[in-house]
């Protein structure tokens, strides 16, 4: 106990002190985050428009293993970003293997089931008669599915602050496609595993402290946003 | 030729038919009542005249043209000369003026170009056209049912459509909300925009239409002029 008090102490100073190792990490771990939330948006919320408003075979099956997908273990996707960006599988000729860039692509397909879901479900929740006005207005498809988008703005804002959430505080594409360098592809949830291991259990605490700060303000956000 | 022909249509739902073999002529201009208790079919006719819903089968010829089976381009180009005011008009989560503006923005239209009258200035005078001067900045989701009702018809006359679709517009409205609408439309006959008033009402129709039609139960039971028709209910 004693142990853990003392360690507290010591991340709280590390964070007054505006350690820049602990900076350096914190900002990394922020852009690359947001990178893949913002690169999974802008694909994600289009595309979950254009499944929530056509009518295909297997759109219900789809729909079941995207949510089947929220939950695909971080590693699973590691292991598979990785065979796509290895020097031998189809992407390697991109050298995003061990690089911010690799990260963020990896986390953006780590969260893009969640947005995707999260979008359609948002736009199944707009009334069918926002639609109905927007068709009588002379709006084409594309425009009625923005239309929506924009009356579920606050819903489709919580899945990107969602998958943001995810991607930020995710282990497993972390390590396996960063590498976990330092100064170049360390992340908070890389440095708590590594520091931990190695006994810096201050260092450790005092990332700890950052990343559950920076979920506790995605949660406020997302409230706000949600008008609670 | 009149502007808009209805040739056998039927809808049905499942096992349930909701209108069977209408046929109707609403030439340029003019307004037709629609008239026909509860559930007789008058919002799925609308709603098949704009474009909204597929018919079962028969066919509509609007401006002389096949409209059902063609592609979406024809069939959008076809719904940009109409406007429907439902029954129960929603806002989008926007300012009144973005809300009557929403047509126009969606033909592509910017603001004024040469001679033409800029955006706002359109949007001022359909204000002015239902009575609600003023309310441009006003959220479109904080409105009364009366106002809703008249900013859902500024939405839709702002368009000058060549048809209007008028779905039961004063049915939820207040006396003094239903005549400005009524007085509005009366204003409107002998322009250019025909308008299919769909209403319960008996009186309103005599008053606006220059012909009724009256449905009962999917099917059409008569067409002629307000003062000649007796309901038969």
């Known amino acids: 106990m004693e142990e853990i008090y003392s360690g507290l102490l010591r991340a709280l100073e590390l964070i007054a002190a505006v350690d820049p190792q602990v900076v350096e990490i914190t900002l990394r771990s922020i852009f690359i985050s947001l990178s893949s939330a913002f690169l999974a948006g802008i694909i994600c919320i289009p595309l979950g428009g254009i499944i929530e408003f056509r009518q295909f075979w297997g759109k219900r099956a789809l729909i079941n293993l995207i949510q089947t997908f929220y939950s695909l273990p971080t590693v699973t996707?590691?292991?598979?970003v990785f065979l796509l960006i290895s020097r031998s599988g189809p992407l390697g000729g991109l050298n995003l293997l061990f690089s911010p860039s690799g990260m963020i692509f990896g986390q953006a397909i780590l969260v893009s089931p969640i947005m995707i879901g999260l979008t359609i479900t948002a736009l199944a929740g707009v009334?069918?008669?926002?639609?109905d006005t927007a068709k009588s207005l002379g709006a084409t498809e594309m425009q009625i599915i923005i239309t929506v988008i924009k009356e579920a703005r606050v819903a489709v804002?919580?899945?990107?602050l969602l998958g943001f959430g995810?991607?930020?505080s995710e282990v497993g594409v972390a390590m396996m496609i960063g590498g976990n360098i330092r100064g170049y592809t360390r992340v908070l949830t890389t440095s708590i595993a590594l520091e931990t291991s190695m006994g810096n259990l201050e260092l450790s605490m005092a990332l700890g402290i950052i990343l559950i700060s920076i979920s506790l303000a995605i949660n406020l956000l997302l409230n706000r946003f949600q008008g609670r | 030729m009149a502007l808009l022909e209805v040739r056998s249509l039927s809808k049905s739902i499942g096992p349930a038919k909701i209108l069977e073999g209408i046929d109707l002529t609403v030439e340029r201009g003019e307004i037709l009542g629609l008239i026909g208790p509860t559930g007789s079919g008058k919002t799925t006719l609308l709603r098949l005249i704009n474009l909204l819903d597929e018919p079962s089968t028969g066919c509509?010829?609007?401006?002389g043209r096949m409209v059902f089976g063609k592609p979406e381009k024809e069939l959008l180009c076809a719904r940009r000369k109409m406007a429907m005011v439902f029954q129960k008009p929603v806002m989008f989560k926007a300012s009144?003026?973005?809300n009557v503006s929403y047509g126009l923005r969606m033909r592509g239209r910017v603001d004024a170009t040469g001679g033409e009258m800029s955006m706002s200035d359109m949007v001022e005078e359909a204000l002015a056209a239902v009575g609600l001067s003023g309310y441009e900045s006003r959220d479109a989701n904080t409105l009364s049912g009366g106002e809703t009702q008249r900013i859902a018809l500024a939405r839709a006359l702002i368009l000058q459509p060549e048809l209007?679709?008028?779905?039961e517009p004063t049915a939820n409205l207040d006396p003094g909300s239903a005549a400005s609408i009524d007085n509005l439309l009366q204003r409107l006959a002998g322009s250019r925009t025909a308008v299919i008033l769909a209403t319960h009402n008996m009186q309103q129709c005599r008053k606006l239409a220059g012909r009724v039609a009256v449905l009962q139960a999917g099917r059409l039971m008569a067409v002629g002029k307000s003062e000649e028709i007796t309901l038969p209910w």
């Open chain 1, 77 to 80: 996707v590691g292991l598979l």
């Open chain 1, 127 to 131: 009334s069918p008669q926002i639609r």
């Open chain 1, 157 to 160: 804002m919580a899945a990107v």
């Open chain 1, 166 to 168: 995810r991607a930020l």
């Open chain 2, 60 to 63: 509509i010829l609007f401006d």
């Open chain 2, 96 to 98: 009144v003026e973005t």
């Open chain 2, 164 to 167: 209007l679709l008028l779905d």
